[in-house]
């Protein structure tokens, strides 16, 4: 059988009628009319419920009317059911002729007597005798009931200008009130007709369907919502980051490895062991296991980069044959740049502590990652291209900008005769990318860098400079002990994810971003993020 829509009853509230039929009724005796004053006491959204349903068949056709409308509060349908407060004290002074002010609210409600007995002093409808209140006027006009009562009729003041002081007197509140004027359609019958919604092979057969009444196509209809995933604002921004560094032919480094040792973390980037960095308020230890062992390779971290480096046309232009590296003595070079100095420089000159390089830390940069790879890069020294995204730790107090955990980019550039004035050129290109061209650099220190740079760019939103990132130059006494040729500099620089999201997205407080105040609609309605694009 072909498949069938026919009338669709929408019953009043009172479950009893067929609200459908009486819209019909009544337009049939009025056209047009307003729902407002032939339905009062009918919900709006059944009212509406039930016009869609005859406008999707063209039977009706409707205007939507909003307006604003002045309803009486309960206190304000008391006094319109009952009179004012000061009527109340005038009429119980009235009829007493004369009444002691301590009997007042026995005669009328204590919040009356309170209200009233001011407003009718105002009034001169009263006047005190002493301890008593005497009447000075014989009749009085309730102005305030009058107007409450035309209110309650006709859903507004006489004169505007009264609205105000009795929404102060919490007498009256205004609502939006949603009405329709409806007219006939242009098929409009006074009964909704059966209407086909599928053709069939019977109905082709017999010749019913020329008769028939089709449903029509509603193209306007909106699909059911579909319940699908969503990337995180960061992963968005994140992968317009990935596609820079690969269009640059960088190589993503492997950094799954959250827990790493001090050595890798700390030592191999010649931060000296009483460094603040490495204090229990900034970094967190590991207490279980405590400590690891020896630096060493890492099988997972070594196979991800062959297969990386096998597609990358800078490494997989290199015919030399790679060496076998061998950690203890970098381990033991590392030891000597620190406590008496090596290759050129005088170290830290202190005594160095084994204990301190296997303690287990959450990793406080993705350093520790470039680090292990420059060191692989030692087996066979090239020029190189190298960036991570990922997780880091640090022990920071919560605020609006900071969170314990965060993402950190890095970029590392192993090339010979690499020089300061490269590396500016450089990030002048990269930022630019991420729509930044007005850049500042501001000389910074950092333990493994030197000369190092802080950047800083212009940002128009809060028409002030912004730090962006942080750069510098490898220096000899991290990169010399892993095995590099001394003509062999690597530029190294880094920014958070968190930070250009925050301004892509207009987001405020990074823990709207990451954390359990994170609101899922927001996840899932954001629209995708072009870096180079405001």
């Not at 030399?320 to 950690?327: G, N, P, Q």
């Not at 287990?360 to 960036?387: D, E, I, K, Q």
Request: aromatic share 10%; glycine share 6%.
């Amino acid at each position: 059988m072909p498949g069938q829509r026919g009338p669709v009853p929408v019953p009043l509230h009172n479950g009893n009628r067929d609200l459908t039929l009486d819209i019909l009724e009544t337009l049939e005796e009025h056209d047009p009319f307003q729902t407002q004053a032939q339905f009062p006491d009918v919900p709006q959204a059944e009212i509406k419920a039930a016009l869609d349903r005859l406008a999707s068949r063209s039977m009706v056709e409707y205007d939507t009317q909003d307006r604003e409308i002045v309803v009486l509060t309960a206190e304000g349908q008391q006094i319109a059911d009952e009179g004012s407060h000061e009527y109340k004290v005038w009429k119980a002074v009235k009829e007493s002729g004369k009444l002691s002010i301590k009997e007042l609210p026995q005669k009328v409600a204590a919040e009356s007597a309170k209200v009233g007995q001011g407003n009718a002093f105002k009034l001169k409808w009263i006047k005190k005798d002493g301890d008593s209140l005497v009447p000075i006027a014989d009749s009085v006009q309730d102005v305030t009931r009058e107007l409450l009562e035309h209110v309650a009729t006709n859903a507004a003041f006489p004169d505007p200008k009264q609205l105000k002081d009795y929404q102060k007197r919490k007498l009256v509140a205004t609502q939006k009130q949603i009405a329709y004027k409806v007219r006939k359609g242009p098929r409009w019958a006074k009964e909704i007709p059966v209407e086909v919604t599928d053709l069939t092979a019977e109905m082709l057969e017999d010749g019913s369907w020329q008769t028939a009444s089709f449903k029509p196509y509603n193209f306007k209809a909106l699909g059911a919502n579909q319940s699908s995933g969503a990337l995180h604002p960061l992963n968005k921004v994140r992968e317009e980051f990935r596609k820079i560094f690969f269009n640059w032919d960088f190589i993503e480094m492997p950094t799954a490895r959250f827990v790493d040792s001090g050595f890798w973390n700390f030592d191999a980037l010649f931060v000296p062991q009483q460094h603040p960095a490495r204090d229990l308020q900034d970094t967190f230890y590991v207490s279980d296991p405590p400590s690891s062992g020896p630096p060493g390779p890492d099988p997972i971290a070594d196979a991800a980069l062959d297969e990386m480096e096998a597609d990358s046309a800078t490494f997989s232009t290199s015919t030399s044959k790679s060496s076998k590296l061998d950690y203890a003595k970098y381990a033991s070079d590392v030891r000597a740049v620190h406590e008496t100095g090596a290759f050129g420089s005088i170290g830290y000159r202190y005594p160095y502590n084994e204990a301190e390089t296997t303690r287990l830390v959450l990793r406080t940069h993705t350093t520790a990652v470039s680090t292990y790879c420059l060191h692989r890069l030692a087996a066979n020294p090239r020029p190189a291209r190298y960036f991570s995204i990922d997780r880091v730790f640090r022990n920071e107090t919560v605020d609006a900008t900071h969170l314990a955990e965060f993402h950190q980019i890095e970029g590392v550039i192993a090339d010979y005769g690499l020089t300061l004035g490269g590396l500016m050129d450089f990030l002048a290109s990269f930022f630019k990318k991420l729509g930044i061209t007005n850049l500042r650099f501001k000389p910074a220190y950092n333990p493994y860098t030197e000369p190092s740079m802080e950047v800083f760019g212009f940002h128009v939103g809060l028409a002030k400079w912004v730090e962006i990132g942080n750069s510098g130059m490898f220096r000899p006494e991290m990169l010399l002990p892993m095995g590099l040729p001394e003509d062999l500099r690597v530029y190294g620089f880094g920014l958070s994810l968190e930070r250009p999201t925050m301004i892509k997205y207009g987001v405020s407080n990074i823990r709207e971003l990451l954390g359990h105040k994170v609101d899922l609609g927001f996840i899932e309605s954001n629209a995708a993020v072009r870096l180079d694009k405001d």
